[in-house]
């Protein structure tokens, strides 16, 4: 397993124990510090790469997250998995010939387009997900935001059909899931009391989830490398934040696109009892890794807390 | 909630208590007597109507069955879902204008017709039934073969693709489930170590996961009133048969058709630990509380037991 | 069993599936709501027949009463039997020549007199029921009051001899029994902290008992078809009364002779936390199950609940 | 409590520390050894005195009785008694003007007489035990055969009426009210399974309850000082037996009236995994308690061990 | 075991069943009340002998000593004793040629110092207790202050070295050591958070111990016999004292010597929660014994109690 | 914490995130390897320093060691440390002017050197490692093998005094602490069931209580290299062998002086279910957290594995 991890292997301090030593010096603290607590991991649709079922080679980024999920794991930390799936919802509206319409940014999803949300999301991405972790262990479960009714949803406002806001989180079913040594991957739809289904935005989700379960720490996996003070600047990364400044940050214009949810949604974790959140650049090899094992920042956090990290 | 069963109350004993009380004197031991007892009900693909997303009515047959599952879970039998799907797929498979090859009656199924099948049985069907049951009460949870690979699958003979047969079976998600208090609900796909996902017969599935979890029934609910001992004679119809009995007429040709595998695979069952089999006629309104509570036989039944029911 | 349960089947709905499962659909919500439940019923001395060890027939109601019951308990109620004595009592007093003083209309009970009270009550008739209800399986226990103290009584006022007011209940025993799966039949003998033993009337001592272990319902089995509004009109059944109505009920002249306590303890327990009282009519076969698990109401019901039944 | 335990204090070696000390150091070891250790006592009717309910004194001797089990209770034994009730059964009967018929020195039971036999037994000394224990701490249970079927019994042979022989004990309960920190008190009626009630031997009864519990020891408590090895000589007192050596001296005529079924059944006790079996004067005062905490042996002992006491 | 505790036998009432029978009743009592409670003995240097190592006899006192706790143990007791360690201290720091400088009456304590009173106490006088202890049954577990830091301690006022004042217990060691059925033997050296050790009193030790396990008792094992009215009155012996009246006392001049802080620990224990404190005379045989199990008192009891011994 | 651990940081690999990445992949599968299981660290004493409680600076190569073991422990790994002395009881023994004598290079033990053993083991070293562990969480506890008779001893062939065979291990009262979350710390003094102490050779010690706790490894950290294949040839270093060779080797004289006991006893522990034992440099830094959490080998490991490592 190790040997196929991607890795130079000639970069390695392979000469100096004592680089060794140090290196599991920093990690095993935070082993401690995180064993037995909740992170919730939102993996975004951006990320996710196709289908493990197809002919082709397994996707590579997918089995490496995977790995680094299971090895957290495997050492008494407990991933929530939460996943969206955009760019794969558009590509099979687009393969049925359906158009979507938009108001204010977001899709009009009527029945139609909701049965492909739900097959895209259920059927297709979430069983990849589950694939790639049990390729690692047989740990990998499954979990729609109807099971046991864990998302319970309203309409949103607007006439924009079957989207809809969340009224309130069952968390039982994932901690049972948890309780049983395993790791639920869960796929952002709900339904209300009387059945009608409604597409749910993954960030909110994977906030409001954490929320519900008492996590410990809730990082969004995307494809940026964290948050910018400046909107056009890469060199303006902010490494650490307080809730407060973020609410200022929000408050001013700098934050803009998909951005401005997926913080909004930060904000509310933050101040429902979330210690840590965290914008990370998935596509750093074993960001997760680096991120909960060692005292190097990567990407933005959002904290209240002063001193540490 | 009991106003609405759609029955014609003037046709109710109501005159006449002694005659309700022989129905409560006749009901009440079965569920003492399957009170803790796992029981498989495979809810065949035929029966199984569109989804509750459409802005149509709720399906009114799949809500009967969810209600009938809710109130047997309710006085403390332990169901167990598994489904098909197999006109729902064909439709699908249809839509994106994808024309399947066959092979001795088994569908050739490439990667891109194994993508429609776990999108049509996960994504779609999986979740109906899920949302049906739970708008009697919150217990439904979908589950796949894939989580915490709960069916593992290896390539079945012949060049016929992604089509599995079950190599083994892992059921403590379903019995933690069960432990829960809450009703799985079981779609067949099935995968490998290497994380390559299969398509798996459903009757297969469920007659499997009946060994598994040491199910005292297993219940077929079909579009046919049972087995007949002549094919084309529907007053042939068998009440009871032994397992040795059903062996013999699997022997002969009168079975032919979907029900022959169906039959081999209760025969499985029937073999290895589960206590009665049975082939029930979905058509007839509840018919699965009439089959677990009254002293009425309803379809055909399979099992060693010489003297009950 | 069932074939003897006495119930003329010519009269069965057989012919109509229908017919069945709604009562089913019926019959199942109530058995959800009271599983797990404790049900006080109090068995009075009036329908008690004589003993089951004379070379007679076993007394076919109480089999009857008794087959109820386990079939209750065997669905998860919890039923606790408390029952009197009294016609028996005086049966005996005459026996040995024992002619009984009265004082307002209770029996002056000395030495003697208790000890036959006893004799009868914990030598006769709890053993009598427990029998019965061991035929139908092994689960039936007698307890008297003295059991671990279960009923700490004082001196009742007046110059009337060994009659008690119950000063506390202890209700572990009860609890204990009812936790090991068995049914308690309870005969209402207590004694004071020296072990002085008093006779309790047994429709106070049941009330007391139903709030003590918290049941959820406490039904008066008589043999009268309930209370009347008017005294002499049998057709003024009352269905349906609040604790107030009671209450006020109690205040006018309305209800006499044995009645009034058994109404007045019914007020106590409806007061201190027994959901709903019951006065039923125990001649009519399986009032008990008619009453608990069907829609129809039978008798008087006292409930503070709007709504149901 | 302990100044009025009848002792004359002047006796006591309040001079002497080290005596008591001596004593304690004798006892403590006994208390360890028998700690959640089960012991039956069998309290014949011959030391049964009047009921506790006659406005006379409390029977003095059943109050020792019942002090010395609730002190060796308190210390973590857990004595079962079992009792008999011959002579309180012949006064009542007298009392009816019933007269029996006997056969084979067996008294023929029929309908009336097991009524009374009933009644005495359950309605009148087995709560008077009950409430002298009470007296010390409300530990007591009343416990008949017929309790959750304790003592299963078939009809003996001859033509005797409703006299048993046990055909099986259920010991659950005894053990669950020893769990529940009380002290059980048996009266051996036992009952068949279509819930015809029985007369059983009460040295009989003891001695299976006895093995059926796993208990440690078992105790006749009776008027007389222990087995002679001569009829009618006293000072031929044996102290200690083995199983083997009286089975020897059962087949002799040694043994004459009541003491030799009272031989049998310990002999059977004795087979049967108790260890030890004692026949004790019940006049002694005390005689239980010095039994089981000191060295001195008093009356006969039955045991396979060799060298202690 | 029993005939070796070194008792006159002709001493002992053997005559006499009754006088033997008063003792247990006596004692049984209170086997019952301390029954699961916690017993703090502090056992002075004073009482201590030479090391079993030698090869000497065994030491007769602590060897009874050792038997009387074991059966206190044994009957379910939970004795934790508590020792010192002074003079054997002497004599080693005698031997290695060290002298002690004092200082208001506390010995100046350096690290040498520290040293040999840790070797004396945690290398000689507890093992040689817990040796004493398992000659009677393996309950024995030294423990020292140091032990999953029991006794947090700072460095006492004044310029004394490594004399430590208690900041605060950690009991959980000895509460574990305790469930699992052994007796812990406690030697009083605390450390502070920097793994400083430091050497505290153990009167002091003790008391706090008993707070902190929530003792019932506390008894100091001393070589006087008890707490004198007058200091130089033998006949002045205070029996009982309350914690107000120990309070006066300590405000006069009465108390001298190392009676002081014995008194004013025990006044501690007092007033925070343990209900009976002790000064008893250990060179009585088995005092602690007769102290726990008979109604005669030995030495001072200080206790909030009016009526009881 | 980290900041403290004496590693140049100059040599880590801080700019590469892989290779810290590439570590800690290597690390967390041994983590969850190890977790839960128990890890036998014999401590010798050579490299124990002087006691924290001198004035001088804390001992670094104890601290630090110390760190490793509560690093270890706080990720889920059950250390056990067994310690030695010798040098240590040279110093004392010297100090006080004993000279020994000595038989087959085994030091003949008098009671007094027995004493002087005593006191350095368990009054010196032993509550320096506690209290060095304690510095970095309060989870040191100090066990002797006298507690609760953790090691049962006989006296060992030839005339040499307290020298003692281990004759069995009680392994309870160390699981018992393991469970409470503790790390116990294991001074190797026994004693025979007369309370006689023994001198227990510390190796043989570590490798009798490793077997008997079931420990999935044994360690002794030494102040060599590892097992040489050539006496006097560093060079010679032999990195693993089997069970086999090794008892090949100890058949040859290439092992020789303190080596060849330390690999009798490692032999033993091998053979008897311990699945690795290390021979390790403990001069190296973190040696211990090298060995268990990275492919490197350091030292010789004994196994029968043929693979891994």
Request: hydrophobic fraction near 40%; include cysteine; aromatic fraction near 4%.
């Given at each position: 397993?190790?040997?196929?991890?991607?890795?130079?292997?000639?970069?390695?301090?392979?000469?100096?124990?004592?680089?060794?030593?140090?290196?599991?010096?920093?990690?095993?603290?935070?082993?401690?510090?995180?064993?037995?607590?909740?992170?919730v991991?939102?993996?975004?649709?951006?990320?996710?790469?196709?289908?493990?079922?197809?002919?082709?080679e397994?996707?590579?980024?997918?089995?490496?997250?995977?790995?680094?999920?299971?090895?957290?794991?495997?050492?008494?930390?407990?991933?929530?998995?939460?996943?969206?799936?955009?760019?794969?919802?558009?590509?099979?509206?687009?393969?049925?010939?359906?158009v979507?319409?938009?108001?204010?940014?977001?899709?009009?999803?009527?029945?139609?387009?909701?049965?492909?949300?739900?097959?895209?999301?259920?059927?297709?991405?979430?069983?990849?997900?589950?694939?790639?972790?049990?390729?690692?262990?047989?740990k990998?479960?499954?979990?729609?935001?109807l099971?046991?009714?864990?998302i319970?949803?309203?309409?949103?406002?607007?006439?924009?059909?079957?989207?809809?806001?969340?009224?309130?989180?069952?968390?039982?079913?994932?901690?049972s899931i948890?309780?049983?040594?395993l790791?639920?991957v869960?796929?952002?739809?709900?339904a209300?009391?009387?059945?009608?289904?409604?597409?749910?935005?993954?960030?909110?989700?994977?906030?409001e989830?954490?929320?519900?379960?008492?996590?410990e720490?809730?990082?969004?996996?995307?494809?940026?490398?964290?948050?910018?003070?400046?909107?056009?600047?890469?060199?303006?990364?902010?490494?650490?934040?307080?809730?407060?400044?973020?609410?200022?940050l929000?408050?001013?214009?700098?934050?803009?696109?998909?951005?401005?949810?997926?913080?909004?949604?930060?904000?509310?974790?933050?101040k429902?009892?979330?210690?840590?959140?965290?914008?990370?650049?998935?596509?750093?090899?074993?960001?997760?890794?680096?991120?909960?094992?060692?005292?190097?920042?990567?990407?933005?956090?959002?904290?209240?807390?002063v001193?540490?990290?």
């Amino acid at each position: 397993m190790k040997q196929d991890s991607g890795i130079d292997v000639t970069l390695l301090p392979s000469s100096d124990p004592s680089a060794w030593a140090s290196i599991l010096l920093e990690a095993l603290p935070y082993i401690q510090k995180f064993m037995g607590k909740c992170v919730v991991v939102k993996y975004g649709g951006n990320v996710l790469g196709d289908s493990v079922d197809s002919n082709e080679e397994i996707d590579a980024e997918l089995d490496s997250f995977a790995e680094d999920i299971v090895l957290l794991h495997s050492v008494g930390i407990l991933p929530v998995i939460v996943h969206g799936g955009g760019p794969q919802i558009d590509e099979w509206l687009n393969r049925i010939g359906k158009v979507s319409a938009f108001s204010n940014g977001l899709r009009v999803t009527d029945a139609e387009t909701l049965e492909v949300v739900k097959m895209v999301l259920l059927g297709k991405l979430n069983p990849s997900i589950v694939q790639a972790i049990n390729r690692h262990g047989d740990k990998g479960v499954g979990v729609s935001g109807l099971d046991s009714s864990l998302i319970v949803a309203t309409k949103a406002k607007g006439d924009i059909g079957f989207v809809g806001d969340i009224e309130s989180v069952n968390p039982e079913i994932i901690l049972s899931i948890l309780k049983d040594g395993l790791i639920p991957v869960v796929a952002t739809i709900g339904a209300d009391s009387q059945g009608q289904g409604y597409n749910i935005n993954a960030d909110f989700g994977a906030a409001e989830l954490a929320v519900a379960i008492g996590a410990e720490k809730l990082v969004y996996m995307t494809n940026v490398e964290g948050v910018r003070g400046k909107f056009d600047d890469p060199t303006s990364l902010i490494q650490r934040m307080q809730p407060g400044e973020l609410e200022n940050l929000l408050g001013s214009d700098t934050i803009q696109g998909g951005m401005r949810p997926k913080l909004q949604s930060a904000l509310s974790a933050s101040k429902n009892g979330v210690s840590s959140v965290h914008i990370l650049d998935g596509r750093i090899p074993h960001a997760i890794l680096l991120e909960m094992l060692t005292d190097r920042g990567i990407g933005t956090m959002i904290t209240e807390e002063v001193v540490e990290k």
